[in-house]
């Protein structure tokens, strides 16, 4: 089996375009993480059915964040994603979030071919207020059963910060 880390690239993130896999489909309570010595992913844990994630979520291949993982994306579509898929997708911006005391950006993406709502959200502003009070929300509390104040929410950025990011977790994956 081929890593996605040695046949995907990160895409045209300069113009706004990026290749990312899907993890975790919209609505599960499986936490599901790319293992990439194994070339696999795996079940790392079930969570509790109250942190089901409110939107997909994956990574871009060739990238390292802070954490030393993968850079996450949220992907935002109406149904859920499956596992293993890949995707060009529109990047909106981005979640500054710390784990653990360690920077694991979110940056949020729209799929780039959604012709039911690709072609009207190109900013976080599009996707409202109560959207991200929601994703904010879960962020702040997904761990508060195992491991309290773990987490922190730390704003939100624009598509340049989500493209600036992007570059240099590109870069530290290079290093």
């Known amino acids: 089996m081929a ?4 046949v995907l690239t990160p895409g045209d993130y300069r113009n706004g375009i990026v290749n990312t896999v899907v993890e975790i489909p919209k609505g599960s309570i499986l936490k599901i ?4 010595q194994r070339a696999a992913f795996m079940l790392d844990r079930v969570e509790p059915s109250i942190y089901a994630k409110p939107v997909n979520y994956g990574f871009i291949p060739q990238t390292r964040d ?7 994306t949220l992907v935002v579509c109406s149904e859920p994603i499956p596992s293993g898929v ?5 990047v909106i911006g981005v979640l500054n979030f710390e ?3 360690e920077a694991d950006h ?3 993406v729209v799929p780039a071919d959604d012709r039911d709502t690709g072609d009207s959200i190109n900013s976080l502003a599009d996707l409202g207020e109560r959207w991200q009070q929601q994703i904010v929300e879960h962020f702040t509390h997904y761990k508060d059963l195992k491991k309290p104040g773990s987490t922190k929410v730390l704003g939100w950025g ?3 910060a989500a493209k600036a990011i992007i570059a240099e977790s590109i870069e530290r994956y290079k290093d």
């Open 106 to 108: 979110k940056v949020v």
């Open 3 to 6: 890593d996605f880390n040695q």
């Open 33 to 36: 993480e790319w293992d990439r």
């Open 158 to 160: 624009d598509v340049e």
């Open 66 to 72: 802070e954490d030393g993982d993968e850079l996450d």
């Open 86 to 90: 890949w995707l060009e997708a529109k």
């Open 99 to 101: 784990d653990d005391d």
